[in-house]
């Protein structure tokens, strides 16, 4: 039994249609005298089993859920309202921004009632932030986003039928703290790694990617930042469970230094045009052609390279092979696709293939696990391709390394790789210029220094040229879909493989290069906690 009570103006419109996937449960739903009758019908009228009911006359429930801020006028009436929700659900958990953090919060939106003609003159309190709920009544769990997705309402609600601990750990403390942008404990401790998650999320869309790094803009509907916390929720540099990732992808834990995986082979393109243009035997580029070409995906995110800005990637959506060969190459610098993955769907892409870093998987991932503010975004999302990464870099820092390291002008740059512990640079002008890679490692962002996964754990599939021969590419089959993806464009023609300890190096390097990755950036994880410093994904 589920038991409901809606004290703000907001919301209720969004959690009904979570109770269509629990038929089994009776709701019974409360909210204060101003509610309008019409309102309520709207919202819970098409639900049979939804019985609208006085505070008093809520029975005992499993689960109580309460949305809204306290409002000024109504203040006593919110409060029997709140004490009855208490006593009654053995587990009380607050929807919404409002409900949260110490009342400073400037997050949620003026309702209808609230904006009508002639309140601002008739209620003293207009405009002025409410009382939180959590002021008044303790709460077992909260969700601190304005408002969200049903998909996530659901998934706590059946977490917390299932007493699964582990899982609501996160939401236990959420009630008490204000909700947090990214901006604050994550860009400006430079743990940003540029993936665009917040963007993507943001309701209003007033996050923008700018050289990089999240800044807050009036967006294309001149809506503005509400602190409504989805950023900083669904931010893969937030708190996070990376064990509970693992199992929701695989079922267990996997290897320590490799993650999961069910095989492993050294692989490139068969196609001339490819491997003529793309890095490391075009692997990648191969496997997005045969999803194209056999109707797996419509949409790919990709990076073209800048025309006005050498080597600066653009964010574009790939559609077929053609544009796949635009984007082939390894820029070696922050592109922020999972806002343009925001932005295909948003133009109807039904299928799309998500390729990125260790961190930019993790974020995808988060959304899975954690589909509060999401947007449906991982529900397009048919299977994925992991990079193997050490670092990344912003622009500036590209710039940096090729211009000042190699004093070479970015424009005269043809290729770059990394291998053999050295940055190389080929020019157009057939020169090969070797940086020790400890000397580019010094401009890698600042996120990349508490990054623990080297070969992209979580994707279905994960690539890089460390481990096979020149002109080939390590390729880890992780998943049943990522198996059903590289076979299927083995027996297409699309890739040629061979067993990874067939060749060499062979993956006593890979091995060795993530358990490098693993010690080194412990190490500073490590350190800044001494610091007194925190790292929010690694409960530090």
Wanted: hydrophobic residues 35%.
């Amino acid at each position: 039994m589920i038991i409901h009570a809606q004290v703000g103006i907001c919301g209720g419109c969004v959690t009904s249609k979570v109770y269509e996937k629990f038929p089994d449960e009776e709701i019974y739903y409360t909210q204060h005298s101003m509610a309008k009758e019409e309102l309520i019908e709207d919202k819970f009228g098409a639900h049979e089993k939804v019985n609208v009911v006085k505070p008093e006359e809520l029975p005992e429930a499993d689960i109580g859920i309460i949305e809204g801020p306290v409002c000024f006028q109504d203040k006593e009436e919110t409060k029997k309202i709140l004490d009855a929700m208490r006593s009654k659900a053995k587990k009380l958990v607050g929807i919404g921004v409002c409900i949260c953090g110490n009342g400073k919060n400037t997050g949620g939106f003026i309702s209808p009632i609230c904006s009508s003609d002639g309140l601002e003159r008739f209620c003293r309190f207009f405009r002025i932030r409410h009382f939180p709920a959590v002021r008044f009544v303790d709460l077992d769990y909260a969700i601190p986003i304005c408002c969200p997705t049903p998909e996530g309402i659901s998934t706590l609600i059946d977490a917390i039928l299932r007493d699964d601990e582990d899982y609501l750990k996160p939401f236990e403390k959420m009630a008490e703290e204000l909700p947090k942008s990214v901006l604050e404990d994550v860009v400006d401790e430079d743990l940003c790694i540029s993936c665009g998650a917040c963007a993507a999320t943001c309701p209003t869309r007033c996050i923008e990617i700018v050289y990089g790094k999240p800044k807050i803009e009036r967006s294309v509907n001149r809506s503005e930042c509400i602190k409504c916390g989805t950023c900083y929720f669904q931010c893969p540099r937030s708190f996070i469970d990376l064990d509970k990732l693992t199992e929701k992808v695989f079922g267990e834990l996997g290897d320590e230094s490799l993650g999961n995986y069910q095989e492993i082979y050294a692989a490139r393109s068969t196609d001339p045009e490819i491997l003529k243009i793309a890095q490391d035997g075009g692997i990648g580029t191969a496997l997005l052609s045969y999803a194209f070409e056999n109707g797996v995906v419509d949409g790919a995110a990709a990076a073209l390279r800048s025309e006005e800005n050498p080597w600066q990637p653009i964010d574009f959506i790939a559609r077929n092979k053609e544009d796949l060969l635009k984007a082939a190459g390894t820029k070696y610098s922050y592109a922020s696709i999972i806002k343009t993955t925001r932005d295909a769907i948003e133009d109807e892409f039904g299928k799309f293939a998500f390729i990125g870093t260790p961190c930019m998987i993790q974020a995808i991932k988060k959304m899975e696990l954690y589909p509060y503010g999401s947007r449906e975004i991982h529900n397009h999302i048919d299977f994925s391709i992991g990079l193997v990464c050490m670092e990344n870099f912003l622009y500036g820092s590209v710039r940096s390394i090729i211009e000042y390291e190699a004093g070479v002008p970015l424009s005269k740059v043809k290729k770059m790789d990394i291998g053999k512990g050295k940055f190389w640079v080929y020019t157009i002008d057939g020169d090969v210029i070797a940086i020790p890679l400890a000397e580019a490692a010094k401009y890698a962002g600042g996120g990349c220094h508490f990054c623990l996964d080297y070969v992209s754990e979580l994707s279905d599939i994960s690539i890089g040229s460390v481990g096979a021969p020149d002109g080939w590419s390590t390729l880890f089959v992780r998943t049943d879909k990522g198996k059903e993806i590289v076979e299927n464009a083995i027996e297409g023609g699309y890739i040629e493989v061979k067993p990874i300890d067939e060749v060499k190096p062979g993956l006593g390097l890979v091995k060795k290069l993530a358990n490098k990755k693993k010690k080194d950036n412990l190490k500073h994880v490590l350190d800044r906690k001494k610091e007194g410093k925190r790292i929010p994904y690694l409960k530090v």
